[in-house]
C-alpha cells in the first residue's frame, strides 16, 4: 500500500488493487473460456470479459477524475484466486463436459465474488466521500456483476450440476 492518510487515498488506492484484479481475472477467463463444453456457459464467458473490460475502463476513469497517477496496484487477493481457476479448471481439473463446466462456474463465481465485494466497497467510499457521479456507476457496475453471478448460478442449477450429477 502506498501513503495512505485519509479515505479519498485508500479509495484511490482500492480503485487501483481493482483494477489489477481485473486484469487478472480477464486473462485468467481467457484460458479458461475455451475449455467450456456447454455453450450457454461459453457465451456466458464470453460476454463476461466484456464486462470486466468495461469495469476496468471505468476504474481508470474514475482514478483520472481524483487527479492521481493512472495505474494498477498488484492485488495479492485475486492472484491467489486467478491461480486456484487455473488449476482446478485446467492442471488439475476435470477433463471435459458437464463436470469441468460446473468447476468452471464454480471458479468464475469465486473470483466474482471478490469483484463484488471490491465494487461494493469503493461505491461505498464513493458515497462516504460525497463523489456522487462515482457511486452511481459503481453502484451500476456492482448491479451488473451480481447480475452476471445469478446467471451463472441459474446455468448451474439448471443444466451443468445436473448434468454433470447424472455421469
Same mark, same amino acid.
Given at each position: 500500500?502506498?501513503? &495512505?492518510?485519509?479515505?479519498?487515498?485508500?479509495?484511490?488506492? /482500492?480503485?487501483?488493487?481493482?483494477?489489477?484484479?481485473?486484469? @487478472?481475472?480477464?486473462?485468467?477467463?481467457?484460458?479458461?473460456?475455451?475449455?467450456?463444453?456447454?455453450? !450457454?456457459?461459453? @457465451?456466458? #464467458?464470453?460476454?463476461?470479459?466484456? +464486462?470486466?473490460?468495461?469495469?476496468?475502463? #471505468?476504474? !481508470?476513469?474514475?482514478?483520472?477524475?481524483?487527479?492521481?497517477? $493512472?495505474?494498477?496496484?498488484?492485488?495479492? =487477493?485475486? /492472484?491467489?484466486?486467478?491461480?486456484?481457476? &487455473?488449476?482446478?479448471?485446467?492442471?488439475? +481439473?476435470?477433463?471435459? +463436459?458437464? $463436470?469441468?463446466?460446473?468447476?468452471?462456474?464454480?471458479?468464475? @463465481?469465486?473470483?466474482?465474488?471478490?469483484?463484488?465485494? +471490491?465494487? =461494493?466497497? $469503493?461505491?461505498?467510499?464513493?458515497?462516504?466521500?460525497? %463523489?456522487?457521479?462515482?457511486?452511481?456507476?459503481?453502484?451500476?457496475? $456492482?448491479?451488473?456483476?451480481? !447480475?452476471?453471478? /445469478?446467471?451463472?448460478?441459474? %446455468?448451474? /442449477?439448471?443444466?451443468?450440476?445436473?448434468?454433470?450429477?447424472?455421469?
Amino acid at each position: 500500500m502506498s501513503d &495512505i492518510s485519509n479515505l479519498s487515498d485508500l479509495y484511490i488506492d /482500492e480503485l487501483k488493487d481493482l483494477w489489477s484484479a481485473n486484469d @487478472q481475472m480477464a486473462r485468467a477467463l481467457k484460458k479458461i473460456a475455451p475449455q467450456a463444453t456447454n455453450k !450457454k456457459l461459453k @457465451q456466458m #464467458l464470453e460476454e463476461s470479459q466484456k +464486462g470486466i473490460a468495461d469495469h476496468t475502463n #471505468l476504474l !481508470k476513469a474514475l482514478i483520472a477524475n481524483q487527479d492521481d497517477e $493512472v495505474a494498477k496496484a498488484h492485488c495479492k =487477493g485475486m /492472484e491467489g484466486l486467478t491461480a486456484e481457476a &487455473i488449476k482446478h479448471t485446467i492442471e488439475d +481439473g476435470p477433463d471435459k +463436459g458437464p $463436470v469441468l463446466d460446473a468447476a468452471i462456474i464454480a471458479q468464475y @463465481q469465486r473470483m466474482t465474488h471478490y469483484g463484488l465485494t +471490491g465494487f =461494493g466497497t $469503493v461505491a461505498a467510499f464513493s458515497k462516504a466521500l460525497k %463523489l456522487d457521479d462515482d457511486n452511481r456507476q459503481l453502484r451500476e457496475a $456492482v448491479k451488473a456483476m451480481y !447480475k452476471s453471478d /445469478e446467471l451463472m448460478t441459474e %446455468l448451474a /442449477e439448471a443444466a451443468v450440476n445436473k448434468e454433470a450429477a447424472d455421469l
